[in-house]
């Protein structure tokens, strides 16, 4: 609680670790970031791979629920994604393992 009496909202990152497991519902049609191939706005639905990878896209602000814009070159290679302000550039192995639907 706050000095108001307020209960605060708290956001862990254990959470985000854990919400990454769980996945959240997407009701699209959802494919790794490796397959979509071109620009456009997503949305994350789940992220694929073991413990380590879950968390360091957690770290980087790649869980799902987030919004992310999508800078892919050809093939899916390498991808550059626009989250939260900042812009990370993944390889083939990282985008295979996370799950977007189109927005």
Do not use: W
Not at 52 to 57: S, V
Not at 80 to 92: M, N, P, Q, W, Y
């Amino acid at each position: 609680m706050d000095r108001n009496g307020e209960k605060k909202n708290y956001c862990r990152f254990a959470d985000k670790v854990r919400k990454c497991f769980a996945g959240e519902r997407c009701h699209e049609e959802i494919a790794p970031l490796s397959k979509k191939g071109h620009s456009g706005r997503v949305k994350v639905c789940k992220v694929t791979g073991d413990r380590k990878i879950c968390a360091r896209m957690a770290s980087m602000g790649v869980y799902p629920g987030v919004e992310a814009d999508v800078v892919c070159s050809g093939g899916g290679n390498r991808c550059v994604l626009k989250v939260h302000g900042g812009t990370i550039s993944l390889d083939a192995d990282i985008t295979a393992n996370i799950l977007v639907s189109q927005l």
